[in-house]
T-cell receptor, first 114, second 110 residues
Framework: DAGVIQSPRHEVTEMGQEVTLRCKPISGHDYLFWYRQTMMRGLELLIYFNNNVPIDDSGMPEDRFSAKMPNASFSTLKIQPSEPRDSAVYFC????????????FGQGTRLTVV | AQRVTQPEKLLSVFKGAPVELKCNYSYSGSPELFWYVQYSRQRLQLLLRHISRESIKGFTADLNKGETSFHLKKPFAQEEDSAMYYCALLGRGGGNKLTFGTGTQLKVEL
């Protein structure tokens, strides 16, 4: 398995545009997490899914952010409309449901909104 | 609610000096705690977990429930230890919610 795959690696967009980030978790993993990394706030959990169902989206900053997981092998994080303060690195991670759960991270998407 | 606090954004030490990266947590249940590390240009990856009681790359961390802490320690810092370190808490209530602290940048100087 190639691990968690995120695309694109880099995204530069203009304020007001829609941005879609994509994630392919490790096959067989039950959980999928979306995080945002910034210098000021570190790693913030935005939302996570269990068996494709959103469990906790309390970290989603506002209604401009939405996430979906239509099947076990694909998830999207959408920002519409995007704003400069959304600029950050967005990470996707997946894990199994077991006692010593380790989360495996993708390489992240560096988003710049100008 | 679960929360992880890492009070230091940056920790700078000399090679060979002891290292302690602080982590405190808040959680009403029985937590599972982890340290993750992100080396330059690499993915965030697991360093160690408290239930394993293991030493990885010379690092250890002991869960202190009385002080609600999980500090990461290494007796002698090496240059290759320079990285970003995140403390994380896995809360089982309502699902496997994995929450991270804000991270500490460790810089080991020669």
């Amino acid at each position: 398995d190639a691990g968690v795959i995120q695309s694109p690696r880099h995204e530069v967009t203009e304020m007001g545009q829609e941005v879609t980030l994509r994630c392919k978790p490790i096959s067989g993993h039950d959980y999928l997490f979306w995080y945002r990394q910034t210098m000021m706030r570190g790693l913030e959990l935005l939302i996570y899914f269990n068996n494709n169902v959103p469990i906790d989206d309390s970290g989603m900053p506002e209604d401009r952010f939405s996430a979906k997981m239509p099947n076990a092998s694909f998830s999207t994080l959408k920002i519409q409309p995007s704003e400069p303060r959304d600029s950050a690195v967005y990470f996707c991670a997946s894990s199994l449901h077991r006692g010593d759960t380790e989360a495996f991270f993708g390489q992240g998407t560096r988003l710049t909104v100008v | 609610a679960q929360r992880v606090t890492q009070p230091e954004k940056l920790l700078s030490v000399f090679k060979g000096a002891p290292v302690e990266l602080k982590c405190n947590y808040s959680y009403s249940g029985s937590p599972e705690l982890f340290w993750y590390v992100q080396y330059s240009r690499q993915r965030l990856q697991l360093l160690l977990r408290h239930i394993s009681r293991e030493s990885i790359k010379g690092f250890t961390a002991d869960l202190n429930k009385g002080e609600t802490s999980f500090h990461l320690k290494k007796p002698f810092a090496q240059e290759e230890d320079s990285a970003m370190y995140y403390c994380a808490l896995l809360g089982r209530g309502g699902g496997n919610k994995l929450t991270f602290g804000t991270g500490t940048q460790l810089k080991v100087e020669l």
